[in-house]
């Protein structure tokens, strides 16, 4: 893939520098992972061999407060100057990290700590997912997983590594590995070792590489020539598009943000940059990528699915821009706009024209949550920790085999409620159920904001309705009261 052509340009919503790698001494960012509503980093100081950890919570890009706000630090003296530290999140009160082959389990709110020696050789990356902790280390092909009372109950061997070739990124998803390696590759392995796929990198630089399982979509970063992440299909494995990252820094690590729809990458001098998922792939990029990819052929097939004038389709088929003039057209008509392509979506998957539908899909999976409903649930989740979500569940009698469901997700808190919106505790004109097990647990910011959703509700039922004005609460999205 060429990455002068067919590559859109996206901005951070916001860009800020973190506070450690501002000051004395020549730090650099070494890792950096989010959950629902924390940014844990790493950094070495290349005059002292000093590592750190730093915690932040993280608030909406647009709200009045700031992006990050420190409320953990420590650093580590360590004379062997290891400058790979990785960071992941257990829960609420417990982060793992591991430094050369130092592998430890921190209480951020007693300090106590949990230690374990690996064996052989030193750790290069590391990622935690599926009730594992997964250990990439330097100079191997190995892979080794403990459990999270740091018993090793595993090593994965990865096959077809080059001589001298180790993993710097690894993530974990659906039972496979996806890691990026010391000579800028990406590749997908099985939990045995086995390659599934190699992502084809334009010019072979990926520095990084994330998974969202809810998007369905792998994505990996890259810096040559230019900042840019590329986005494949996680079940087919096919490249879907690029994004040109614009304000220049380097893309060290990048994570997705699933319940909040942001995508951050972190720079080796401590940048961390938020984006918007709708915006790396955009409407006008959308219709860019498909242009390049529906031949006259398919634009004929496609008029005909979409009842276009012969006489229009054979002028604009055999146009030099056929495929650019045929989107236009359809837009035109209103079959496609910005808020929906799905009957896109639906023609090209029943005229199977060459895996677009999965671009198609991918852009609606990325745009902003539609109703205030459901941005109502993505913010109050960063308030549900672990704990709390787990007497949640307790409170509303969740059953054992769906609590696991909720407690092993990506994002816990807010599995729960879309959990208990299926249980039809909680809907859209009402989410009142919610209100007096916060009270109990003081969590008075996510009863400000029930009230405030409940008072928005409110407001809604009792407006005038204007004559041919539509309604946001649309018919038949209400549910029963149950």
């Known amino acids: 893939m060429d990455m002068k052509m067919n590559q859109s340009t996206v901005r ?12 004395e001494g020549r730090w650099v960012l070494c890792d950096m992972t989010v959950d629902s ?16 950890i730093d915690l932040f919570r993280f608030s909406y890009p647009d709200s009045s407060s700031p992006l990050i706000t420190r409320f953990y630090s420590k650093e580590f003296k360590d004379h062997s100057r290891w400058p790979h ?33 690996l064996p052989d050789k030193k750790a290069a990356c590391m990622t935690v997912r599926e009730g594992g902790i997964f250990i990439g280390l330097y100079e191997s092909n190995k892979v080794i997983v403990f459990d999270f009372r740091l018993n090793q109950i595993k090593t994965i061997t990865l096959r077809e590594l080059k001589r001298n070739e180790w993993l710097v990124c690894i993530t974990v998803c659906r039972d496979n590995l996806f890691i990026s390696t010391s000579r800028r590759n990406a590749r997908r392995y099985n939990m045995e070792g086995v390659l599934l796929q190699e992502y084809k990198i334009p010019g072979s630089c990926a520095c990084s590489i994330t998974v969202s399982s809810d998007f369905g979509l792998v994505f990996v970063s890259c810096d040559l020539p230019l900042p840019a992440v590329v986005v494949y299909s996680l079940s087919e494995g096919h490249t879907l598009f690029t994004s040109r990252v614009i304000d220049g820094d380097d893309l060290h690590r990048i994570r997705i943000n699933n319940v909040n729809r942001n995508m951050f990458t972190t720079s080796k001098q401590g940048i961390l940059s938020v984006y918007s998922t709708a915006s790396i792939l955009t409407f006008s990029h959308l219709k860019e990528e498909l242009s390049t990819k529906l031949t006259q052929t398919d634009c004929g097939n496609l008029g005909r699915y979409f009842s276009l004038l012969p006489d229009r389709v054979q002028t604009i088929i055999t146009s030099p821009l056929h495929s650019k003039n045929f989107l236009l057209a359809l837009e035109e008509r209103g079959h496609i706009h910005p808020s929906n392509v799905n009957r896109l979506t639906d023609a090209l998957t029943e005229l199977k024209i060459n895996h677009t539908h999965l671009l198609t899909e991918t852009y609606m999976k990325l745009r902003d949550q539609d109703t205030e409903y459901e941005r109502f649930l993505a913010g109050l989740s960063a308030h549900l920790t672990f704990s709390i979500t787990v007497k949640l569940c307790d409170n509303f009698q969740v059953t054992d085999e769906n609590k696991n469901t909720v407690i092993s997700s990506q994002n816990p808190g807010h599995s729960f409620l879309l959990k208990i919106d299926e249980m039809g505790i909680i809907y859209p004109s009402d989410v009142s159920k919610l209100e007096t097990p916060l009270e109990e647990y003081s969590l008075l910011q996510a009863v400000a904001k029930i009230h405030e959703y409940q008072s928005l509700v409110l407001s809604d039922k009792t407006m005038p309705q204007v004559e041919g004005a539509i309604h946001k609460q649309e018919v038949g999205t209400e549910k029963p009261i149950r």
């Open 12 to 23: 951070p919503v916001q860009r800020t520098q973190l506070p450690r790698f501002t000051g």
């Open 37 to 52: 509503s924390r940014v844990a980093v790493c950094g070495y100081n290349e005059d002292t061999g000093t590592t750190s």
């Open 85 to 117: 530290r990785s960071v992941s999140v257990l829960d609420d009160s417990r982060i793992v990290t591991v430094c050369g082959n130092q592998l430890n389990v921190y209480n951020i709110k007693t300090d106590d700590i949990h230690s374990e020696q």
